[in-house]
């Protein structure tokens, strides 16, 4: 049976992650996959989840099935803290969750909704989309239109989002990434944000809302408002809810699926319907992570351990894209720092082409994808200069460093960037 199965395609980032791994320059620098490194280029397990892991082992609660939904008080969790408490009047009140595997599994989960409610429904993406939003959409059985996001200065394409946006039916979705835009970085203002909340209310589609990023961008409250905003507006809403990134449970498959309703009696179906989607693919999720999230969401001295924490991950990322900046202003990449200085999150775009990007990791072996995507937060900050002057190198700007300049420069004898960056610490973007 299995000689019948054409060549399948490999997925890119993937593959990007196995040629980094058998390049053994050391000087290399892995910015392809997402995931937070500290100051030391590791991926560290969070205080916070450290201690609730302990607090979880010593209570050796059982293992028995958790039902359909999930652990509940880890959904409930979730919908407080993407919209407010459920007492509040707000739109809690009429939400509905599902634990998922992650927020993959959420979007699957959401599609799969999508689809059994209106077979062949329209979702419009973003483009460039997060790499695996089609596949997955269009896996459910759904189908798939692309909207612009970044003007010709490489920030929001706000009158293009709008033009392109109006255009779209009652009977459509429209998944819109919640904060710090995947691959772009590029994020709408609050105006933009209110501007979108109307053309929903106005001709009724659905937004679909991808909360990847949530705490990494401008801080939780921050980043989540154009959600809560656009929850409070709108009848119908859903949301893919992910803890990989923010809690750094990238492995532990964590994450959330949000409905809301108009009415109480569809936001059950709502919810019944994920269930029995959840059912059909893998029947229930896995409790270790969510019942991390739970135990810290629940205490109030976890909480702020977690936040804290948080907001040291953002404020690292912050600084190398700062940092980034001024190394490509001084070395003469005016137009490339501009456009870095106004992203946020764990992503950045790089102007430049699919051969400048093939360049530099052919030459300096610095790894981005070739649309331009490196992942700020996966750089140390004492190879920042040496990324910069492979830019500016490609680029043929500034000092114009030669490939031998920059190998030099990021040459990384000390304690190893080799172990510093192993593949062995690889997480699914
Ligand atoms: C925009 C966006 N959505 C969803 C996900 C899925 O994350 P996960 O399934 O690891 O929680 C990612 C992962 O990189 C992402 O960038």
């Not at 201690?51 to 969790?77: D, Q």
């Not at 937004?207 to 801080?219: I, S």
Request: charge should be neutral; include cysteine.
């Amino acid at each position: 049976m299995l000689e019948l199965l054409p060549p399948p395609p490999t997925d890119p980032l993937w593959d990007l992650t196995a040629e980094f791994a058998a390049d053994e320059r050391p000087e290399r620098l892995n910015l392809v996959l997402g995931v937070y490194r500290d100051a030391a280029g590791r991926t560290p397990v969070m205080a916070a989840v450290r201690e609730a892991e302990i607090r979880l082992a010593e209570r050796s609660a059982s293992k028995e099935y958790r039902g359909l939904s999930g652990n509940t008080a880890f959904n409930r969790a979730l919908v407080e803290m993407v919209l407010g408490s459920e007492g509040s009047g707000g739109p809690a009140g009429r939400a509905a969750a599902v634990q998922t595997v992650a927020g993959s599994g959420a979007l699957r989960l959401l599609a799969d909704l999508v689809c059994r409610t209106r077979p062949g429904t329209t979702v419009w993406i973003s483009d460039p989309a997060y790499v695996n939003h089609r596949p997955i959409l269009e896996a459910a059985g759904l189908r798939v239109r692309p909207y612009g996001w970044v003007d010709a200065d490489g920030g929001f394409d706000a009158a293009g989002v709008l033009r392109e946006l109006s255009g779209v039916r009652r009977d459509d979705v429209v998944l819109l990434q919640g904060c710090c835009h995947n691959p772009t970085g590029v994020d709408p203002s609050p105006q933009d944000w209110a501007a979108l909340a109307e053309l929903a209310v106005r001709d009724g589609w659905v937004p679909f809302v991808d909360l990847a990023y949530h705490g990494l961008g401008g801080g939780l409250e921050a980043d989540l408002a154009a959600t809560r905003m656009l929850a409070a507006r709108v009848p119908e809403m859903l949301i893919a809810v992910s803890c990989s990134k923010n809690f750094g449970l990238y492995s532990d498959r964590t994450g959330c699926a949000i409905v809301l309703g108009a009415s109480g009696q569809a936001v059950r179906h709502a919810e019944t319907t994920l269930q029995n989607a959840a059912r059909t693919l893998y029947s229930m999720p896995p409790e270790h992570g969510a019942a991390v999230v739970t135990t810290i969401l629940e205490d109030e001295r976890l909480s702020a351990l977690w936040r804290a924490e948080l907001d040291v991950m953002r404020g690292r990322i912050a600084a190398n894209r700062t940092d980034l900046t001024a190394h490509l202003s001084a070395l003469g990449c005016e137009v490339q720092a501009r456009s870095l200085a106004r992203q946020k999150g764990m992503f950045s775009m790089l102007p430049l082409s699919a051969e400048q990007m093939l360049r530099l990791r052919r030459q300096f072996a610095i790894y981005g994808t070739t649309s331009g995507r490196i992942n700020i937060a996966g750089i140390p900050a004492h190879r920042i200069p040496f990324l910069a002057q492979g830019i500016a190198a490609v680029l043929g700007t500034g000092s114009g460093a030669s490939a031998d300049a920059v190998a030099a420069a990021g040459a990384d004898t000390g304690d190893g960037a080799r172990a510093r960056q192993s593949p062995a610490v690889s997480s699914m973007p």
